[in-house]
């Protein structure tokens, strides 16, 4: 059984939901999942886990954010080496450099990134948005 955990910041709740879709589907493959705001979690969360999926929108200007998020990567980002992730947000009105650069981060850092990352336009309500979460979540514990 894949273990994964989904650990997220989020403000109005979109990336949230994102992340709530992801544990329900990853969840209906059997896979044992953890649920974390950023707030809650801790390094252990990641070096447990097969997979992990870190959840942010784009804020600042295209940046992660700043008071809760981007510290906790900064905490764990040279403990990454290796390890499984995906990533995944919510953005308003931007091209998703936030993202592209999220990823790029991670990945100089040796992180083995997954899943392309996964960004959705405000909050996941249509059927496709819904299905792109779904998908995120069950591929990450195959
Ligand atoms: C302070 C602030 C800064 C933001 N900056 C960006 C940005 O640079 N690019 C963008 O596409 N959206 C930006 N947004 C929009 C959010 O990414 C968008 O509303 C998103 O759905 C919020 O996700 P959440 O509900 O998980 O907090 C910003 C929103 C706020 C409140």
């Given at each position: 059984m894949k273990k994964l955990s989904i650990i997220y910041w989020s403000g109005t709740g979109n990336t949230e939901e994102m992340a709530n879709i992801i544990?329900?589907?990853?969840?209906?493959?059997?896979?044992?999942?953890?649920?974390?705001?950023?707030?809650?979690?801790?390094?252990?969360?990641?070096?447990?886990?097969?997979?992990?999926?870190?959840?942010?929108?784009?804020?600042?200007?295209?940046?992660?954010?700043?008071?809760?998020?981007?510290?906790?990567?900064?905490?764990?980002?040279?403990?990454?080496?290796?390890?499984?992730?995906?990533?995944?947000?919510?953005?308003?009105?931007?091209?998703?450099?936030?993202?592209?650069?999220?990823?790029?981060r991670m990945s100089s850092k040796g992180a083995n990134i997954i899943h392309d990352a996964l960004i959705i336009n405000g909050k996941p309500e249509s059927d496709e948005d819904t299905n792109l979460c779904r998908e995120f979540g069950k591929s990450l514990v195959k």
């Open positions: 544990y329900e589907s990853a969840k209906e493959q059997g896979a044992e999942v953890i649920l974390k705001f950023v707030n809650e979690a801790a390094l252990e969360d990641i070096s447990e886990s097969d997979v992990t999926a870190l959840g942010c929108p784009a804020m600042g200007d295209e940046v992660l954010e700043e008071s809760e998020m981007e510290p906790f990567i900064e905490s764990i980002e040279d403990k990454i080496s290796g390890k499984k992730l995906a990533l995944f947000g919510s953005y308003g009105w931007g091209d998703g450099k936030w993202m592209i650069d999220w990823e790029e």
